[in-house]
C-alpha cells in the first residue's frame, strides 16, 4: 500500500515504508510466537442488521469432553454473517430431541439447531447436529461428522456452513481459511487459520517483513513478499509440504502478487526495468510480460473474477487511484473517482462490487466498496487507520486490518457496514488479512 510512502520514492522504498505495523521498531520484547499456537481470540460483534433470522443453538450435549465449545463456535460463525439472531436456549435438547414447537415460538425463534458430541471407541469424536424450522414445525435435516480432536473445529465450523446453506440458500465460509501476517517481539509470521482466525499453522516465521500474502484459487499455495533476504522478493509456498520456491527475485523491487483465476499465471509489481510496473508471468516464473507502460508508480494489481482485466493502483493522474487493464495489455480505465486517495482494490467473486481503501480529511483510512455498474460508493469502516480489505469466497463478507485501543486488529463486515466481528489477539498485532477460497 502506499500509505505512508512517497510517490518520489523507489517502489521497494514505497512497498516497505507503506506497511506501518511491519516496520515499527518492536517498543519492548514481548513474547514470541512461535510454532503452531496461536493466542486466542477475543471476538467483539457489534451492530444489527436490517433482517435477521432468529436461531436458537443451545450447548451440544456433552462437547466438553471434546475440548471445545462446539455450539458456542456455530453461534458465533452464525452471528458474524450477519444472516441470524441468535436467541437465548436452554440445556437439555439434542439431536434427539422432539421440540416443542409453541415453547420455541414463544422465545420468537424461527429456526433451532441441536447436537452432540461422543468420542469413539478409536479415540475420534462424533459430532451429531439436527435443524428444525419451528416457524413450519418441520425437520430439516442433519448430519455427522466423526473427527480427531485436532479437527473439531473444523467440524464446527462445517455444520454452521450447513445450516447457514439450509437457511439462506448461499454456500457458507465458515470453513474456509484465512491468511495474514503477525508481528510480537520483532518477530513476524505468516499464519494460516480458520475463517474466525483461530487455530490453524504458521507457514513462515522471520525476524523481516513479511507482506502481501495472496492465494492461489486452490487454496493450496500461497504467494508473498518476504524481506528475508534484505530485499522484496516474491515466494510462493505450498501449504501443505510447506516447500518454498522463488517467483521473482529480479533487481529492484518485486512486489504485490496476484494469483489468475485459474491459477496459471500471477501478476505482480517489478522495477526491473526502471519504475514499478505491472508484468504478468506464468505460475513457475516463465514467461514475464509486462503489462503497464507509464512513468508512474503501478502497484497493487488484482485480477478480476473472469480473468480477462486486472484492477491496479496508480498515480498517474497526480494522486493514487484504482484503474482497470485488460490482461492483453492497452490503455487503463480508471475506477475511482470519489475523493483523491484509494487504494488496495479487492474485487467480490461475482465480479460486481470493488472494496478499497481511501483517504479522508488527509489522516483518516477507511474501507469503501463500490457498486461497479453504477458507481455508487458505500463506506463500511468507521475507523481512522483501515486497511487490507477481501472478500470472502462467497461475496458476503469482507476482512480487514484496523487499529483498535492501541493494537492492530482484525475485523469482519457485512457488506453495508451493519454487523462487525472484531478479531483482537492478545499477543500479537495482527495485519495483512486475505480471505481463502472455498474447497478446504
Known amino acids: 500500500m502506499?500509505?505512508?510512502a512517497?510517490?518520489?520514492?523507489?517502489?521497494?522504498m514505497s512497498d516497505f515504508l507503506s506497511r506501518r505495523n511491519l516496520l515499527q521498531a518492536a517498543a519492548a520484547a514481548s513474547a514470541l510466537l512461535a510454532?503452531?499456537?496461536l493466542a486466542q481470540f477475543r471476538v467483539e460483534i457489534s451492530g444489527v442488521g436490517g433482517s435477521q433470522l432468529p436461531i436458537a443453538l443451545p450447548d451440544f450435549r456433552d462437547e466438553s469432553a471434546s475440548g471445545q465449545a462446539v455450539a458456542a463456535i456455530i453461534r458465533?460463525?452464525?452471528?458474524?454473517?450477519?444472516?441470524?439472531?441468535?436467541?437465548?436456549?436452554?440445556?437439555?435438547?439434542?439431536?434427539?430431541?422432539?421440540?416443542?414447537?409453541?415453547e420455541w415460538r414463544s422465545k420468537q425463534a424461527d429456526a433451532l439447531a441441536a447436537g452432540s458430541v461422543s468420542r469413539l471407541a478409536d479415540g475420534r469424536f462424533d459430532l451429531r447436529y439436527k435443524l428444525w424450522d419451528v416457524v413450519k414445525g418441520a425437520d430439516l435435516g442433519g448430519e455427522a461428522h466423526a473427527v480427531t480432536a485436532e479437527d473439531v473445529r473444523l467440524a464446527a465450523h462445517r455444520i454452521a456452513d450447513t445450516i447457514y446453506q439450509k437457511l439462506t440458500g448461499e454456500r457458507g465460509v465458515f470453513a474456509t481459511r484465512m491468511a495474514y501476517v503477525t508481528r510480537a517481539g520483532g518477530r513476524y509470521s505468516l499464519?494460516?487459520?480458520?475463517?474466525?482466525?483461530?487455530?490453524g499453522q504458521v507457514a513462515l516465521a522471520s525476524p523481516e517483513p513479511i507482506i502481501s500474502p495472496a492465494w492461489s484459487p486452490n487454496g493450496r499455495e500461497l504467494a508473498y513478499v518476504s524481506f528475508e533476504t534484505r530485499k522484496a522478493v516474491v515466494w510462493v509456498q505450498d501449504l501443505q509440504t510447506g516447500r518454498r520456491r522463488k517467483l521473482a527475485d529480479f533487481r529492484g523491487s518485486n512486489s504485490a502478487p496476484a494469483f489468475s483465476p485459474d491459477g496459471e499465471s500471477v501478476v505482480m509489481t517489478l522495477s526491473r526495468e526502471g519504475g514499478s510496473q505491472l508484468f504478468v508471468m506464468n505460475r513457475d516464473g516463465s514467461g514475464v510480460r509486462r503489462l503497464t507502460q507509464s512513468s508512474a508508480i503501478d502497484t497493487e494489481p488484482v485480477f478480476a473474477p473472469d480473468g480477462r482485466s486486472i484492477y491496479f493502483v496508480s498515480d498517474r493522474g497526480g494522486s493514487p487511484q484504482i484503474y482497470r487493464v485488460a490482461v492483453g495489455g492497452g490503455s487503463p480505465e480508471r475506477v475511482t473517482f470519489s475523493g483523491n486517495y484509494n487504494i488496495s482494490p479487492s474485487v467480490s467473486p461475482d465480479g460486481r462490487s470493488l472494496a478499497f481503501v481511501t483517504r479522508l480529511n488527509g489522516s483518516q483510512f477507511r474501507i469503501c466498496v463500490m457498486d461497479l455498474a453504477s458507481g455508487v460508493v458505500q463506506q463500511i469502516s468507521d475507523g481512522s487507520d483501515d486497511e487490507s480489505p477481501s472478500f470472502s469466497p462467497n461475496g458476503r463478507l469482507i476482512v480487514y486490518a484496523t487499529r483498535s485501543g492501541g493494537r492492530d486488529v482484525l475485523m469482519t463486515s457485512t457488506l453495508d457496514g451493519r454487523i462487525k466481528a472484531k478479531l483482537i489477539s492478545s499477543l500479537a498485532d495482527v495485519r495483512e488479512p486475505t480471505w481463502g477460497p472455498f474447497g478446504r
Open 6 to 12: 512517497s510517490f518520489s520514492m523507489s517502489s521497494s
Open 76 to 102: 458465533a460463525d452464525l452471528e458474524r454473517s450477519g444472516q441470524f439472531k441468535i436467541i437465548d436456549a436452554g440445556p437439555g435438547l439434542f439431536e434427539g430431541s422432539a421440540p416443542n414447537w409453541s
Open 191 to 199: 499464519r494460516i487459520t480458520d475463517a474466525d482466525g483461530e487455530g
Open 35 to 37: 510454532g503452531p499456537a
Open 2 to 4: 502506499f500509505r505512508n
